[in-house]
């Protein structure tokens, strides 16, 4: 990749799995009471059609990483386990309440912190608990992030006896310099063993997260991480750029100095070299970040351009309405977003009062709407149009003056009602995104809020 463009082009930017993106949300003008609204419309709309999606978010670590930026509390006592799993089935019969009808689950995610920190007997019995009061789709895809150190095969067993078929596990990088670095040791047979198992009990999916642009972290180390995964296989991998936010309260990041990170040269470097090595072998990079092999449902739902991304990441299926469970989770109605307060005692002290642990949101104005529709399309399919009312913009114009010098530089093109990314400019997805960000454009933030986009 040409240096100049990742010099020019690399900037702080969000990564927009949402629009508009968090910093941006206008508090003053939402309410619980608006959330839930816009919640009861998006439902009524489309629970019967596509069903919903929903995000439990699991926040106990027994160790801190320093590279993660995930909301999560770190104990070695198990006994947190049945308070908090009573407590995201009391939020989740709050949501239940509201519906006159139940709720059809297309999509379910277990995020953290650390889902397998849980013992299996407990999240049987989440599920379970939020299945009693709800119908499965057909089709339906359950997912959940594993750690190889302590993925064990009743975990995986007993998830896949509910419906799981889907388990994503955090590699990051097998160097063990690296791995000291962001304080995650997890050898390579860890991830061999908990893979494997996965495949000899029935999953039909299993994902790798690798990261590139981590402390200390060589092309050589990302030769070796790539070469080593590509003995295991993963069904779909997501390979990105580690995000420095060291000033995102409690996020962890101290445990190496800003100039032990790759420069941006080298970051794109790392990713172009493991984007060969993933394709050598018959991977398809899917949106931004993602590889997956063709017999995946990710790379079926880009052929089929049924391609979605939301707060969960790219998802094979689209639903409209997703609901955020367990601190921190965020929910979106399309319409709006709700977001839980952040701090365990906060989110059991709202419940306890029977009120919806919410604390911050945002109500999309018609503007915003046609935005985000720009953006998904982008990150999603790498093209957008406005020759529809419900896509234009009065703002057009000044959007494609913004990117006919990208244009020059050969990342899009432009045309009388529409722009289309070019391969050479896919990497660079987040900063033409960004054109279309009015509210980022009328009000540049005083401090960096964002990673960098490269």
Not at 135 to 141: K, M, N, P, Y
Not at 208 to 223: A, Y
Not at 335 to 359: A, I, M, R, S
């Amino acid at each position: 990749m040409n240096n100049s463009l990742v010099n020019k082009y690399n900037i702080a930017g969000p990564r927009y799995t949402s629009y508009p993106t968090v910093p941006y949300w206008d508090n003053d003008t939402f309410s619980v009471n608006n959330w839930k609204s816009s919640l009861i419309t998006s439902f009524n709309e489309s629970n019967e059609s596509e069903g919903i999606s929903l995000y439990i978010h699991m926040p106990f670590c027994e160790s801190l990483c320093t590279f993660c930026g995930c909301n999560k509390r770190i104990t070695k006592q198990h006994d947190v386990e049945s308070p908090y799993i009573d407590a995201v089935l009391k939020e989740w019969r709050f949501y239940v309440d509201l519906f006159d009808q139940k709720p059809i689950i297309k999509e379910l995610h277990l995020g953290g912190g650390t889902p397998t920190f849980f013992k299996p007997e407990n999240l049987k019995r989440l599920i379970n608990g939020i299945f009693e009061d709800a119908i499965l789709a057909e089709g339906h895809e359950f997912s959940f992030e594993g750690h190889p150190n302590n993925t064990t095969r009743a975990h995986l067993q007993a998830l896949f006896d509910v419906g799981f078929r889907r388990v994503s596990y955090g590699v990051q990088d097998y160097n063990i310099t690296v791995q000291k670095a962001i304080h995650r040791i997890q050898p390579f047979e860890n991830v061999k063993r908990a893979t494997e198992m996965a495949r000899e009990i029935g999953y039909t999916s299993v994902g790798h997260d690798i990261i590139f642009g981590l402390p200390f972290q060589t092309l050589e180390h990302v030769e070796q991480t790539i070469l080593k995964t590509k003995e295991l296989g993963p069904d779909r991998l997501a390979f990105y750029s580690y995000a420095h936010v060291p000033w995102i309260k409690g996020n962890g990041q101290r445990g190496f100095k800003d100039s032990d990170l790759p420069k941006a040269e080298l970051k794109r470097q790392q990713y172009e070299l493991g984007k060969q090595l993933l394709t050598e072998v018959g991977y398809h990079e899917i949106g931004m970040d993602h590889f997956s092999l063709p017999s995946d449902s990710l790379y079926k739902s880009m052929q089929n351009k049924n391609l979605h991304r939301n707060f969960m990441g790219y998802t094979a299926s689209k639903t409209q309405t997703m609901i955020g469970l367990g601190v921190s989770a965020i929910g979106d109605s399309w319409y709006g977003f709700g977001q839980n307060v952040k701090v365990l005692e906060d989110y059991y002290e709202l419940l306890e009062q029977n009120k919806l642990p919410v604390y911050r949101g945002h109500i999309l104005n018609e503007e915003d709407l046609i935005i985000r529709r720009h953006i998904l399309n982008l990150m999603c399919g790498f093209e957008t149009s406005w020759t529809s009312d419900h896509m234009n913009l009065p703002e057009i114009p000044e959007v494609l003056m913004k990117l006919k010098e990208m244009e020059q530089d050969e990342l899009l093109e432009i045309y009388s009602k529409s722009i289309k990314i070019l391969p050479k400019g896919q990497p660079f997805v987040r900063n033409i995104c960004m054109a279309f960000d009015l509210l980022l454009q009328r009000k540049t933030p005083d401090v960096q809020l964002f990673s960098m986009t490269v």
